[in-house]
């Protein structure tokens, strides 16, 4: 049975078409980075400055994650690509080089998010919302080397590792369930079911896992983020939103108890929901985890 509901506010006012994947940086985790994946942009706010920043992608872009030594790895959409500080390009592996095809315009990139030993995992879904179209990825921390780890993917989503880096969860949203992987080095195996969650929810999408090893999940059509416990798949905790289509979570703060929301305002009435796309905070009073940043 969970406890409390705690309610988000307003952290940032501009609208995003399909806000997604914040990150927290810098040395107190202040620097909030997200994208505005169908509005082509990349954007940030500092936590204690309020300073905000954006830049636009060429492509859709289904991720930002900050490197070790300055800018991001990007996902758009038939990339990834390297970033430089001063906005410099690199190409990296794609699809296309690991799968043997073009799947130009009809696949993109979705949810990533780097693992504890360093590798950047991410999976891609058709635009088209086809099933099973989308496929899962590792891509080495060097950002040389892709594989594939599986196919029959329709919106490869939420992921993320405990603490000890010893099981990673994942999310494939239209399964409306969160799995678990054993991990054995960089290898996943032994997938299994954590929690199976009913329609009412809405659709799991973005996730967090906390320094305690539970997940809290983003639902798209849901109003909330919601906390699961990590072992048991029982529910915790849960955020209220003032909008439908909420899409992922960061912690963030000195001491990583102010967790970061992304929404969409793709499909919604604003008059209903006036906050529809903005980003949002709440204090959840629980220790997450630092973003971990790509190593090339």
């Known amino acids: ?50 300073v905000t920043t954006e830049y ?6 289904g991720f930002a994650i900050p490197r070790v030594n300055g800018g991001e790895i990007i996902g758009t959409a038939n990339g990834p690509l390297l970033r430089d500080p ?21 696949v993109r990139w979705n949810d990533a998010k780097v693992s504890p030993q360093g590798d950047l995992f991410l999976g891609s879904m058709a ?7 989308g496929a899962f990825y590792q891509m080495r921390s060097d950002g040389k080397h892709m594989r594939r780890l599986f196919g029959d993917v329709t919106i490869s989503n939420g992921l993320d590792w405990t603490v000890d880096g010893k099981k990673m969860f994942y999310i494939d949203t239209p399964l409306c369930r969160v799995d678990i992987f054993d991990v054995e080095e960089r290898e996943i195996k032994n997938r299994r079911t954590l929690v199976h969650f009913p329609e009412s929810m809405g659709m ?16 798209w ?56 796309g903005f980003v949002f905070t709440a204090n959840v009073g629980v220790r997450g985890q630092k973003t971990a940043l790509f190593g090339a």
Request: charged share 25%; hydrophobic share 35%.
């Open 1 to 50: 049975m969970w406890g409390r509901a705690v309610k988000a506010s307003v952290f940032d006012d501009r609208r995003n078409v399909l806000g997604e994947g914040p990150t927290a940086t810098g040395a107190k985790n202040e620097l909030i980075t997200w994208v505005d994946l169908y509005g082509k942009k990349v954007r940030s706010r500092h936590l204690a400055t309020g």
């Open 56 to 61: 636009a992608t060429t492509e859709d872009v």
């Open 86 to 106: 001063d906005g410099t390009l690199h190409k990296l592996p794609t699809r296309e080089d690991v799968d043997g095809y073009k799947a130009s315009q009809v």
């Open 127 to 133: 635009y088209d919302f086809k099933t099973n179209a």
């Open 204 to 219: 799991p999408d973005g996730a967090s896992v906390d320094a305690h090893g539970n997940i809290w999940v983003a639902f």
């Open 221 to 276: 059509m849901g109003h909330a983020v919601r906390c699961f416990d990590g072992e048991t798949g029982a529910q915790l905790e849960e955020i209220s939103c003032p909008a439908p289509r909420i899409t992922s979570c960061v912690f963030a703060g000195d001491n990583l108890d102010q967790l970061i929301i992304t929404s969409a305002s793709e499909d919604t009435d604003l008059e209903e929901f006036p906050e529809a």
